[in-house]
Every structure is written in structure tokens, then in C-alpha cells.
């Protein structure tokens, strides 16, 4: 036996907004905000990049393997909303590795 349609589907349409915020909470080259992120990014990097992979949820030894730090910063900026591409990514870590690491190292730490 069927049943009489009362009624019709809605659609449920879900907009999405961005939530970019402008920029990094420190810049590039802002490294003397942090001194102890300065120092350390210095005079022991693979330290640094061994803290920023534990603080962003990976393997503390992800460092070790060539080209791993550039998907921690794209994935920094994603989780974060932070406004930039991955190119710019490949650019700040390849031109300015030791700056690209301190400012990672710095946005995880305000965020925690």
C-alpha cells in the first residue's frame, strides 16, 4: 500500500566562510621576538625542527627525512587559517630556511 506524499525534500544548502586571518602572528624575519626560538633556530636547527615536528603532532624524527619541513609549514598554515600558498611555502623554506623554522616554531607556540 503507498502513502500519499504530504510533503516535499528541503534542500539543506551549508555555506562555508572563510576564516583567514590576515597573516603569521609574527613575520618572517621577526625572529628577536623569541629569543629562545632565535638562539635555538641558530646554533641548533635539527633540535627545532625535531620541537616543531613534536608540537605539530608528528614523529619527533620526521626532520631527519630531506624535504619534510615544507608539508609542516603547509599544514601549520592550513590548521591555522593562516593566509598563503604552498608555493610560498616552497619559496620562504628554500630562501630562508632558518627563518621559515623560527616563525613555525613561534605560531605553534601562541597557538598552544
Excluded: N
Excluded at 621576538?33 to 608528528?58: H, R, S, Y
Amino acid at each position: 500500500m503507498s502513502h500519499p506524499v504530504t510533503g516535499q525534500p528541503q534542500v539543506i544548502t551549508t555555506t562555508y566562510t572563510s576564516t583567514y586571518p590576515s597573516s603569521w602572528s609574527t613575520g618572517l624575519m621577526s625572529c628577536c621576538e623569541d629569543m629562545g626560538i632565535c638562539l635555538c633556530g641558530t646554533f641548533l636547527p635539527c633540535v627545532l625542527e625535531c620541537k616543531v615536528a613534536q608540537d605539530f603532532g608528528e614523529c619527533c624524527l620526521l626532520p631527519c627525512l630531506p624535504g619534510t619541513f615544507i608539508p609542516i609549514r603547509t599544514g601549520t598554515r592550513e590548521r591555522y587559517h593562516i593566509k598563503g600558498s604552498v608555493l610560498e611555502d616552497w619559496v620562504y623554506t628554500c630562501c630562508c630556511p632558518l627563518c621559515s623554522l623560527c616563525q613555525v616554531a613561534r605560531e605553534l607556540k601562541a597557538r598552544r
